[in-house]
């Protein structure tokens, strides 16, 4: 900080005679001094009333999600009565066997015309059902020659392999159904035979078996968890729904004849075995 105009002419009236520019230099330079000790100590950081405290990581503590059953509480089974704890299990089980029935259709459904499907996922009681009721049948012996036919039928007229089929499920848990949307471009090997390249789209509804994995006697029941209904909700042919006799829609009339006996002429599908 330097000395203002009225603070040099103080000095000076106190400091008269010869010695005056020695004597102002000297007091010059003591508040010279004493300034810069003063603006040192305006520059120092002031203490603070309230000390800062290091800011401390934050306290939430982690949530705990425990799902029936699950693995994140390692007393959450032991704190369930054996009623609930049997009703876990029967649930995780069930959403075990949704999950491998959606796996099987998923690789099933494009390799119709190529091979036979996984039927592990089926009830042995299975029932195929049509919304128009013309196609009824059950028992999962049925159920396989029901598609073997079709797909048989099918192989002989269109290609294999630059046919397409495509689909789409989704399941609905307080159905306990699995609903499969799909679509198929059936090409014909020989064109004169059919005429023209087939365009098939339906829907499939899979409903599970909710019964107990075990009787009363702790027997294992095979068939709980399986699908044990297949609905058709819609099958369309070139845009139009299919009639009976079906084999017909698909020009294969001059192939098969009746040597398919009611499946073709017939207007239902019934198999009771």
Do not use: C
């Amino acid at each position: 900080m330097r000395p203002t105009l009225s603070l040099l002419v103080a000095i000076a009236a106190a400091f008269p005679g010869q010695n005056n520019n020695k004597n102002m230099a000297s007091a010059l330079s003591t508040i010279s001094k004493k300034s810069s000790t003063t603006s040192r100590i305006r520059n120092s950081p002031s203490p603070l009333l309230f000390p800062l405290q290091p800011l401390e990581s934050s306290t939430v503590e982690k949530e705990q999600i425990s799902l029936p059953g699950g693995s994140s509480d390692n007393n959450t089974n032991n704190n369930l009565s054996p009623f609930l704890q049997e009703m876990v299990d029967e649930q995780r089980e069930l959403q075990m066997n949704v999950g491998k029935a959606m796996d099987t259709l998923r690789k099933d459904y494009p390799y119709f015309l190529k091979r036979a499907p996984d039927y592990s996922i089926y009830h042995e009681n299975i029932s195929l059902k049509a919304s128009d009721n013309q196609i009824q049948l059950s028992k999962l012996t049925s159920y396989k020659k029901a598609l073997g036919l079709v797909r048989s039928a099918l192989s002989l007229v269109y290609d294999a392999d630059r046919s397409i089929i495509q689909s789409r499920m989704v399941y609905d848990p307080t159905r306990t159904e699995l609903r499969v949307s799909y679509n198929a471009m059936l090409v014909p090997k020989i064109m004169g035979v059919t005429g023209r390249t087939v365009h098939v789209d339906g829907i499939s509804v899979y409903s599970f078996d909710l019964s107990a994995s075990r009787d009363r006697e702790g027997k294992k029941n095979d068939g709980a968890g399986k699908i044990r209904e297949h609905r058709i909700e819609k099958l369309l042919v070139n845009g139009a729904a299919l009639q009976p006799p079906y084999f017909n829609n698909f020009g294969l009339e001059a192939l098969v004849g009746q040597r398919s006996g009611a499946l073709v002429g017939a207007g239902a599908w019934s198999f009771e075995q």
